[in-house]
């Protein structure tokens, strides 16, 4: 029975506990990124908008799911970090670094509404974003192109907020 114990242990201090924190870092960005911004989300509707552009309700959903994925694919690189400790530091620093652009973004955007500055922030995010899958990859290509969507809608949000500036200067 105490063998079994420690083993269950084991297995959650491996598994459970990384990913469980691993998801909840990335969702407690966007969770405080709405909130400090849930008075300034209106300008969303009062802007001439791009083609293409989805309903406001749709951000939450893919957003949370992005969040998601963002953790799964740190909590991966995170368990296999001896594989490549170096690629570890680098992949963890630029998904840092593209979570507080993330955070950013939110802000420039919708408290500041500043579009331009809110463009450049994402460009920055981007290569974050791309950087993360490349160190990802070297240690585990699956958290690596778990990365993709999230690189794919910021491109798209980045024709958004780029069709945004143009529209409404």
Do not use: H
Not at 9 to 32: D, E
Not at 48 to 75: D, E, H
Not at 131 to 155: D, F, S
């Amino acid at each position: 029975m105490n063998n079994k114990i420690i083993e269950l242990w084991n297995k959650i201090k491996a598994y459970i506990i990384p990913y469980s924190v691993a998801i909840a870092i990335p969702l407690t960005v966007g969770i405080a990124a709405a909130a400090l911004t849930r008075d300034s989300m209106n300008i969303y509707d009062r802007l001439n908008t791009p083609p293409l552009s989805p309903p406001a309700i749709l951000f939450p959903i893919v957003w949370t799911i992005l969040y998601i994925l963002m953790g799964v694919s740190s909590a991966m690189v995170y368990i296999d970090r001896e594989k490549n400790p170096e690629a570890t530091r680098r992949a963890l620093i630029y998904y840092a670094a593209s979570l507080i652009l993330n955070f950013a973004w939110s802000i420039v955007f919708f408290k500041l509404e500043a579009a331009f500055f809110a463009l450049i922030v994402l460009i920055a995010l981007l290569y974050c974003i791309i950087r993360t899958i490349l160190e990802y990859k070297k240690i585990k290509p699956l958290a690596a192109y778990l990365q993709i969507p999230y690189a794919l809608w910021v491109v798209f949000a980045g024709y958004l907020n780029a069709g945004i500036w143009l529209l409404n200067q």
